[in-house]
């Protein structure tokens, strides 16, 4: 059988007129079993089209701030640079994806966008915003914990790990603030921020906002969630096969 095709989201450099990609996305998926392809920065309706058509799953990578306006507020002094191609382009990567029923991961922004995307709302800026002792933006070494979260007892997280809690690295300024409607949460850290969220009527679509690809190489349970995604996205490859 073949290797499940997962599309990952690229990473924007604008300064340097670039599209890039941080290795740990790609090895996961690899490591997983999965195939992973860097997508181009597109809006264009054939082309996405054409890479749903193509591809098992989704990854929704880290990267710049969720624009403020796309999920209704006026965007503040505190919030950092955005990344409006990449806002409408994963809109429409996801609107199609939730249609076929395509697993999706999301990672860092990648929870923040899910759950703007689907009706909730962000922090701009943990510091100014939310009241807490808990490092959220750790300085290097990046593959090791900053805190802990609560897994959601009986949710996809423990389940999967077996374990009520889990050392997490951290590496991020903006979070979840008001829950979309779709979503239920899975992750919680010890300040009560949302870390892991997934939609209870879709095949798979998990996000959490800790860093996994950091950790990939430190931390079993970080391969683990990957596998975990691969394997959603071989069930629907297994179908298609």
């Known amino acids: 059988m073949k290797k499940s095709v997962i599309g990952v989201v690229p990473l924007v450099d ?23 392809v860097m997508l181009p920065l597109t809006e264009n309706s054939g082309v996405i089209d054409q890479i749903l058509e193509s591809v098992d799953g989704l990854l929704l990578t ?17 919030c950092k640079e955005c990344s409006p191609e990449r ?61 802990e979260v609560e897994l959601t007892e009986g949710g996809p997280l423990h389940r999967l790990l077996g374990c009520g809690r889990l050392p997490v690295n951290s590496y991020h300024h903006q979070a979840v603030k008001k829950l979309a409607p779709p979503l239920k949460v899975m992750a919680v850290s010890e300040d009560g921020l949302t870390e892991g969220v997934y939609m209870p009527d879709r095949r798979f679509v998990w996000a ?24 959603a996205c071989s069930g629907g490859r297994a179908k298609r096969d």
């Open 14 to 36: 604008y300064e340097k007129e670039s599209w890039w990609m941080l290795p740990g996305y790609m090895e996961g998926i690899l490591e997983a079993g999965g195939f992973p």
């Open 87 to 147: 806002d409408r382009m994963e809109d429409l990567l996801l609107k199609g994806a939730l249609q076929k029923d395509l697993p999706v991961l999301g990672i860092c922004r990648g929870i923040q966008f899910l759950n703007a995307a689907l009706g909730g709302t962000l922090y701009q800026d943990i510091p100014g915003q939310y009241e807490t002792g808990v490092t959220h933006c750790q300085r290097p070494p990046y593959d090791v914990p900053a805190h």
């Open 208 to 231: 959490v906002q800790w860093h996994p690809e950091f950790s990939l190489h430190s931390d079993p349970c970080s391969g683990r969630i990957f596998q975990a995604f691969v394997q």
């Open 62 to 78: 880290g990267g710049q701030d969720v624009s403020p306006e796309f999920y209704g507020e006026e965007r503040l002094d505190c």
